[in-house]
């Protein structure tokens, strides 16, 4: 094939990756109509084809997911190595996307990346609040952030933030005519503000441990949220019991808005990792930024 559609088939590889012409027109900075033009030339020269298209959405033939596998890694490499030379002669430059939280954004990384932001203006970082523990490699995102236990195999980890413990937490007026639990199982009869990640919309499970002993339960109430800071809000109205990280409700704890209970049932877990691939040649925006979020005991 002509060494001049290369560019053709980086087309196809983000048409393929976004399922959508008008993300993937944006992304090369080109039309839709000249993109859609470029993806029916490049089926009519191999003679086959590897797009469906509909009026609101593209997917893969069999022959476009096949080609797609065995091309995508070859064009990421292509552009990681013209980026890794561009380098070596320029200052830090281009983007990095970041699958991550809310939480995460606001305590841990948001505060570590002003200064390396303000230093190199020509790195542009994306931080896509995402509760849903999404493939960073089949959502194109450099890196990911998870707690401890939850890196994926094949992944390089590197600790970006102090350990992190959770809190059970209520208003006074919520407690003035119930009971405050002793044992994690008391919170049957309360009601609880609910999790929901949106991977398999399953529930968040609520995680105690005391003397070596686990307790989960699996709670119930009047709202459900797939953020942790709305959480922390409806407790503060007076809703019910939030579990959120401790360190997002403590002056409310001190305050006395918020009653913290179940404390001897609330261990410190693992703090927040950066993960990501391990076969993959990283720029130097990427490394810099690796080195600004690293956590250090």
């Given at each position: 094939m002509a060494r001049e559609n290369l560019n053709d088939l980086t087309a196809f590889v983000i048409v393929a990756r976004e399922k959508n012409f008008t993300r993937a027109a944006a992304q090369l900075g080109v039309s839709q109509s000249a993109l859609s033009h470029t993806l029916r030339a490049l089926e009519a020269r191999l003679g086959m084809k590897l797009l469906t298209r509909t009026t609101r959405s593209v997917a893969l033939t069999d022959i476009g997911e096949t080609l797609l596998e065995g091309l995508g890694p070859y064009i990421d490499g292509i552009q990681a190595q013209l980026q890794s030379l561009k380098d070596q002669n320029n200052s830090p430059s281009g983007t990095i996307r970041i699958s991550t939280s809310d939480y995460a954004i606001n305590t841990v990384i948001w505060p570590k990346v002003d200064r390396l932001l303000k230093t190199y203006p020509d790195i542009k970082l994306e931080l896509i609040d995402d509760y849903a523990l999404t493939d960073i490699v089949q959502g194109r995102f450099d890196a990911g952030t998870r707690f401890g236990e939850q890196i994926t195999n094949g992944m390089i980890s590197v600790r970006i933030g102090p350990d992190v413990r959770f809190a059970v937490v209520g208003t006074p007026g919520y407690f003035a005519h119930r009971d405050i639990p002793q044992h994690p199982t008391d919170l049957l009869l309360h009601n609880c503000i609910n999790l929901r990640f949106p991977t398999y919309g399953n529930l968040y499970v609520w995680e105690f441990e005391k003397d070596g002993k686990s307790v989960n339960v699996k709670v119930e109430g009047q709202l459900v949220f797939s953020r942790i800071y709305q959480n922390l809000d409806a407790a503060l109205k007076g809703y019910?019991?939030?579990?959120?990280?401790?360190?997002?409700?403590?002056?409310?704890?001190?305050?006395?808005?918020?009653?913290?209970?179940?404390?001897d049932w609330c261990p410190w877990w693992d703090g927040y990792y950066l993960f990501y691939p391990e076969r993959r040649n990283h720029s130097k925006a990427f490394m810099l930024l690796l080195d600004a979020l690293r956590h250090y005991k």
């Open positions: 019910g019991l939030a579990h959120v990280p401790r360190d997002i409700a403590e002056h409310h704890i001190a305050s006395g808005e918020l009653i913290s209970v179940l404390e």
